[in-house]
């Protein structure tokens, strides 16, 4: 049957919950009323928009295999998590970022931010075939509108291979606040290291590795004299597709170095309140990272602060500034595109003011090319997408690298 454009007919035969026309008599009524009550509501996770249940067109794309009975389950926090800045200090919860005494100190909003397990990982040798993951999140909300639940809320899984290299292996795909999942079968025999990275913009009340009975496990303690990250949404995480695609993951890999990521979605503005929890880390280095959150005045205002306050309690850190990336459609947003000038402008001034105050070990990462020259390094202009995040971490790179050469 063809419908017309303007007519106002429309058969049931094609949408059997369309108003019935006019002449329509109870045996509709009636069938119509059976219909709505038997037919189950679809699950908008688990089909496409023909109604089709997308794990059964490809099985890759279905939420995971249920964990098995029988496994022998080990609790994270018995063996400790890196990136769970100063371990030793109490928290209302495990896995929160700041310590439970930050409350009141920073911000609301940083607070609050600070109980995503961003940056966390858990490191571990095994043998076992197959890895499973017991979980639970925080929030409820498993993914945003731009930026999926494998990066929210997933557990991403990497392993070193034959030459000592880290290499991808799976992520967990949520579908509900509990995880209990296998996260990957069929592996290669052998012992070798392990490290899960923790969901990105969702906190984690419990996290318990399962591997087959008889299967070697160790976790392995935290790395010490991480590299600090302080920033905005894009440190917190946003939009990576999964935790360990983020930059500050990336680089981590990259130095074979611990990591404590301080991003603040929103938030990152360079707070003293901030800083003054930072100084207590053992630090390889500080990265301040915070002027997407930022506008000319309040860098002028809160940059040089923030760096003496830092230089003052760790002389010898070596403290890396960083401008921060043009949007990829400033290019046609004349607006924006001076917005990222002036920023930029300011944040050179303030380190042109600190060197000259003679304030050393300090190194600056310019703005321009963080998400590369041609525009397709975001996902909604200014939050990285896997590539952008890819190429932030190859321009900070070589900078980290030259700053903790010359702090040896």
């Not at 995880?179 to 025999?189: A, F, H, N, Q």
């Not at 506008?295 to 940059?303: F, G, I, L």
Request: proline share 6%; aromatic share 8%; hydrophobic share 40%.
């Amino acid at each position: 049957m063809q419908i017309r454009a303007g007519s106002s007919k429309i058969h049931p035969a094609i949408c059997p919950f369309a108003p019935p026309p006019l002449e329509f008599d109870m045996h509709w009524k009636i069938a119509l009323l059976i219909t709505v009550l038997l037919v189950p509501p679809l699950s908008l996770s688990a089909q496409d928009k023909s109604g089709t249940s997308l794990g059964r067109l490809d099985p890759e794309m279905a939420e995971g295999k249920q964990a098995e009975d029988g496994l022998v389950w080990y609790d994270v926090t018995a063996g400790g998590v890196e990136g769970r800045m100063l371990a030793d200090h109490e928290r209302e919860r495990w896995f929160d970022r700041l310590p439970s005494r930050a409350q009141g100190q920073v911000t609301d909003n940083v607070w609050n931010l600070s109980r995503h397990s961003a940056g966390m990982m858990v490191r571990f040798e095994t043998d076992a075939t197959a890895i499973h993951v017991h979980y639970q999140l925080l929030n409820s909300n498993l993914a945003m509108p731009h930026m999926p639940a494998t990066g929210v809320s997933g557990v991403d899984l990497y392993a070193r291979d034959e030459t000592g290299s880290w290499r991808w292996v799976q992520v967990t795909r949520p579908a509900a606040q509990e995880v209990k999942t296998e996260i990957v079968s069929g592996l290669r025999p052998g012992l070798r290291e392990y490290a899960a990275y923790l969901p990105l913009y969702n906190g984690v009340e419990f996290m318990r590795i399962g591997v087959e009975q008889g299967s070697a496990f160790e976790q392995l303690e935290p790395r010490q004299k991480p590299l600090v990250f302080y920033g905005t949404s894009i440190t917190h995480g946003a939009c990576a597709s999964r935790p360990g695609m983020v930059h500050t993951a990336l680089l981590g890999r990259r130095l074979d170095m611990p990591v404590v990521n301080l991003g603040f979605s929103g938030n990152g503005r360079m707070d003293l309140a901030v800083g003054e929890w930072m100084v207590q880390i053992d630090a390889a280095a500080y990265i301040i990272d915070c002027l997407p959150n930022m506008n000319p005045q309040s860098v002028s205002e809160k940059c040089v602060p923030l760096v003496k306050f830092i230089r003052q309690a760790k002389p010898s850190a070596p403290i890396i500034l960083v401008e921060d990336r043009r949007n990829t459609n400033s290019w046609i947003t004349p607006a924006r595109d001076q917005f990222h000038t002036e920023n930029h402008r300011a944040l050179h001034e303030a380190y042109r003011s600190l060197l000259q105050d003679s304030i050393s070990g300090l190194y600056y990462i310019e703005g321009d090319r963080l998400y590369g020259e041609d525009s397709e390094g975001a996902t909604d202009g200014s939050h990285a997408n896997d590539l952008g995040f890819m190429r932030q971490a190859d321009v900070f790179e070589p900078v980290i690298r030259r700053a903790l050469s010359e702090a040896m």
